[in-house]
């Protein structure tokens, strides 16, 4: 892996979710911040590239250069209108689990 390439892992599943992970090379890591999950706007904004409905759902504290993503499965199967709603509820939930993690009421999974 070159200094200033992302690593993105093959999509792997449940029922309900697909999940993915991508891995930051080292001169990107301190743009991630250690203690809160990333809006779809910040983790773009650090040059990951993912089709939509993606979102940031965890943080692994040991690794904080890999970042873990899901979405629905079939995304892009489903109806605009299902995907718009599973879009707002995510990142009202990242909002919720910040703020929890802020008052030292949340952990990361």
């Known amino acids: 892996m070159s200094e200033q390439e992302i690593v993105y892992s093959d999509y792997y599943n449940d029922d309900e979710f697909e999940y993915r992970h991508v891995i930051l090379p080292k001169d990107r890591v301190h743009k991630v911040p250690k203690d ?25 504290p040991p690794e904080l250069h890999i970042l873990l993503f899901k979405r629905l499965r079939n995304f892009g199967k489903l109806p605009v209108h299902v995907q718009e709603s599973f879009m707002k509820a995510s990142e009202e939930s990242i909002k919720c689990r910040n703020i929890q993690q802020e008052r030292g009421k949340g952990g990361w999974p």
């Open 36 to 60: 809160r999950l990333l809006h779809e706007s910040e983790w773009r904004g650090i040059g990951v590239r993912m089709s939509k409905g993606w979102t940031h759902y965890a943080i692994h």
